[in-house]
Nanobody, 127 residues
Framework: QVQVVESGGDLVEAGGSLNLSCTVSGLTFDDFDMAWFRQAPGKEREGVSRINWSSTQVYYADTVKGRFTISRDNAKNTVYLRMNNLKPEDTAKYYC????????????????????WGQGTQVTVSP
């Protein structure tokens, strides 16, 4: 059984930083590209960042580029999201997702393309 478990969400002031982690079990981790999505109340789920299996290709949403960094440790079956200079508009539930296929720059943020999802971790940024 595949399990995807996010952690690290918290309440933080604007300008602060957080590190999210996502640990996966039940699959061969380095067979999968990994991504972070987020969803704020009343809004659609949006792609935040994606990293391929070998960490040689990453994508970021324009809204987080330069502030967020995705990374992974295949030995630990874990993907990370380092979030700096957080803004109130970053407030959302953050989800980790795994994808076994190839997605490029125009498709990586399509949520329906992903095979497995976690339950999410809440990030709240106060003004």
């Amino acid at each position: 059984q595949v399990q995807v478990v996010e952690s690290g969400g918290d309440l933080v002031e604007a300008g602060g930083s957080l590190n999210l982690s996502c640990t996966v079990s039940g699959l061969t981790f380095d067979d999968f590209d990994m991504a972070w999505f987020r969803q704020a109340p009343g809004k659609e789920r949006e792609g935040v960042s994606r990293i391929n299996w070998s960490s040689t290709q990453v994508y970021y949403a324009d809204t987080v580029k330069g502030r967020f960094t995705i990374s992974r440790d295949n030995a630990k079956n874990t993907v990370y999201l380092r979030m700096n200079n957080l803004k109130p508009e970053d407030t959302a539930k953050y989800y980790c997702a795994a994808d076994s296929g190839f997605l490029g720059p125009t498709t990586w943020a399509i949520a329906d393309e992903y095979n497995y999802w976690g339950q999410g971790t809440q990030v709240t940024v106060s003004p």
